[in-house]
Nanobody, 123 residues
Framework: QVQLAESGGGLVQAGESLRLSCVAS????????LGWFRQDTGKEREFVAAVSWGGGRTRYADSVKGRFTISRDFSKRTVDLQMDSLKPEDTAIYYC????????????????WGQGTQVTVSS
């Protein structure tokens, strides 16, 4: 069982940066990848980025490529999401998630979820 806890959300203006962090506790056998999803009010949850168990593979949604960077620190048991050049359409609750099935961009393949952290980008 894995427990995930996000931090770092807040209110910023368009063009600014924000860094989200997720701390993981517990380690299922075989390891797990970690990813970020987001959900805005009235919209479906969407994939943002993911990093593999070893940290060597990453995957990004087209909407954030070149602006967001995901990274994993095994010593701290964290996964961070550096978000640059933020846009109002990035406004959402951001969720950290863990998967035993690689870095797939579908929420159904993720077993573990954090409570979420709000990111609001004003224009």
């Amino acid at each position: 069982q894995v427990q995930l806890a996000e931090s770092g959300g807040g209110l910023v203006q368009a063009g600014e940066s924000l860094r989200l962090s997720c701390v993981a506790s517990g380690t299922p056998s075989g390891g797990y990848s970690l990813g970020w999803f987001r959900q805005d009010t009235g919209k479906e949850r969407e994939f943002v980025a993911a990093v593999s168990w070893g940290g060597g593979r990453t995957r990004y949604a087209d909407s954030v490529k070149g602006r967001f960077t995901i990274s994993r620190d095994f010593s701290k048991r964290t996964v961070d999401l550096q978000m640059d050049s933020l846009k109002p359409e990035d406004t959402a609750i951001y969720y950290c998630a863990g998967s035993r099935f690689g870095i797939r961009p579908t929420s159904e393949t993720y077993d573990y979820w954090g409570q979420g952290t709000q990111v609001t980008v004003s224009s």
